[in-house]
């Protein structure tokens, strides 16, 4: 069970709708992935652009949606973008993102805090899509966020858990949900993430960029149950040499012999 | 005049309710901000849009997204 901010989630896999083929196909991915919260941007509409209508399928699929405020450089922007994600969604849970540089586009530490210090304020339920930096991440959670995103490598870069030092850090200081966010790319990422003690992942590229993204959403879900199962039983402990799993005792040298 | 996320709009709208619709903007996922100010749903209806000067509207709408 996945709690944040008193609300329980039996899934522990977020899934972001974009980047995929179509609307359809991203409904039939959320449907297989088993994921509770969906993430959406807020985009300026074009005139004469019509945007497929995501809110209602959605809802109708009983999931909980998560705007992000992707688009602000700053702190002041996010804010803008938040407010106008709580009118056009209805809710006050926001993922919170600033991410300014273009070609990373890593988290900015001092306008995200910055945010989400007035965002908490103002009663928004906060996870910010965060820098895996222990320290940024204890002031976040200091700051009111319910729950702290720090990624495991850049946004879409499917390059695994490059972060993971850091990552176990701050599971072992959080008193918040610790969600892996961005750069996961193999279902064995979320499964890992999930037993160094993360409590949820958030996916978006790994799925939307397979070739068979319905396929790979299922394949996380089955990914982030064996982390999540994983994790509750315990590993066994490491060692250098091996222990043998079956008895040793029952030679056979004196049967060899005595049939010779 | 109306302006539309910065073009110059023409549709016969006299209230914010009527230019949604003239819009064919989704009943949820969206929200305005009329000159500058949010605008909540509730109260589109009840807002006039006064031909006597300019307006400048601005519409976003949910869409995909990480």
Known sequence: MLTIAGTTFESHLLLGSGKFQSAQQMQQAVIASGTELVTLALKRLQPGQPQDDLFSPLKALGVQLLPNTSGA??????????????EAVGTNWLKLEIHPE????????????????????????????????????????????????????????????????????????????????????????????????????????????????????QAFRLAVEAGVCSRQAGLGSRQNAARASSPLEASFAHLLAGLS | MLYVNQQPCSLPARTLAELAEALALPAQGVALVLDQQLLPRALWAQTPLPDDRDHYIEVFQLVAGG
């Open chain 1, 102 to 217: 273009p070609k990373y586009l890593l988290p900015d530490p001092r306008e995200t805090l910055k945010a989400a210090e007035q965002l908490c304020a103002l009663g928004f339920i906060v996870l910010p899509y965060c820098s895996a930096d222990p320290l940024h991440c204890k002031q976040l959670e200091q700051a009111g966020c319910a729950a702290v995103m720090p990624l495991a490598a850049p946004i879409g870069s499917n390059q695994g858990l490059q972060n993971r030092a850091m990552l176990e850090i701050i599971i072992e200081q959080a008193n918040v949900p610790v969600i892996i966010d961005a750069g996961l790319g193999a279902p064995s990422d979320a499964t890992l993430a999930l037993e160094l003690g993360a409590s949820a992942v958030l996916v978006n590229t790994a799925i939307a960029s397979s070739p068979d993204p319905i396929r790979m959403a």
């Open chain 1, 73 to 86: 450089r700053t702190a002041e922007e996010a804010v803008q973008a938040a407010l106008l994600a709580r």
